[in-house]
């Protein structure tokens, strides 16, 4: 069975520094783009990074320059750096792995992972 497990988030004051982490466990064939969406209170799910396969990396304006996200392909994870973390950044943050196809399986799905809170406040 595939599983998500995410580890990283906590309480951090403005300007601090976060590292999430997301890890695709189970009988793993291939993965596809691997993401980052956070929901903050009161609002909806938003996309704030994505990576694609190669490597290719796209980011949500207002995190751009103080989010890194990247993937150790080896290890079926993805990671999101957060730096110069702001008030505004608070919420919860969920990863999504695309089209994960299990072995002996032809098709692939998507998974998200259960959430981690990150809060930025004083």
């Known amino acids: 069975q595939v599983q998500l497990v995410e580890s990283g988030g906590g309480s951090v004051q403005p300007g601090g520094s976060l590292t999430l982490s997301c890890a695709a466990t189970?009988?793993?064939?291939?993965?596809?783009?691997m993401a980052w969406h956070r929901q903050a209170p009161g609002k909806q799910r938003e996309q704030v990074a994505i990576i694609s396969s190669g490597g290719y990396a796209n980011y949500k304006h207002t995190v751009e320059g103080r989010f890194t996200i990247s993937r150790d392909n080896s290890k079926n994870t993805t990671y999101l750096q957060m730096n110069d973390l702001k008030p505004e950044d608070t919420g919860v943050y969920y990863c999504?792995?695309?089209?994960?196809?299990?072995?002996?399986?032809?098709?692939?799905?998507?998974?998200w992972g259960k959430g981690i809170l990150v809060t930025v406040s004083e």
């Open positions: 999504l792995i695309r089209s994960i196809r299990r072995v002996g399986d032809s098709y692939g799905m998507d998974y």
């Open positions: 189970g009988p793993i064939a291939s993965i596809s783009g």
